[in-house]
């Protein structure tokens, strides 16, 4: 006890000998619950399209500018490449690129079966 105040009726604490501690404490070991494993993509449109890198398809975009301008862009080509924000496309016969912001994109055709993600729960 610490004695802030002087208080004549309070006598003083004798002083205690300081105690060693006697053993070394160690903390016990905590395990931490593992997650259980991820699948290695979800299925958004950018993962679907990397699925299907190289297939043939048409690609449809639709853009707004201004207050009633709508214009939109089909591409009959192939994705080179998807990110989360954008999408590479070649088109097939010119072997021209586009490079093209997802939050255009309307749908794709593709020519053959789209790849998926096996459905069956882990």
Do not use: C
Request: hydrophobic share 30%.
């Amino acid at each position: 006890m610490v004695q802030y105040y002087w208080n004549p009726n309070m006598r003083p604490m004798p002083m205690q000998p300081m105690q060693q501690p006697q053993q070394q404490m160690v903390p016990p070991q905590v395990t931490l619950p593992t997650a259980p494993p991820r699948r290695n993509e979800e299925s958004y449109i950018e993962n679907i399209l990397r699925l299907n890198r190289g297939q043939p398809g048409t690609f449809h975009f639709s853009f707004e500018h201004g207050e009633r301008q709508t214009t939109t862009k089909t591409v009959r080509g192939v994705v080179e490449q998807a990110g989360r924000d954008h999408v590479i496309l070649r088109e097939a016969r010119t072997d021209h690129r586009f490079l093209f912001p997802m939050i255009y994109f309307d749908y794709a055709e593709f020519d053959e079966e789209i790849n998926y993600f096996d459905s069956a729960p882990r």
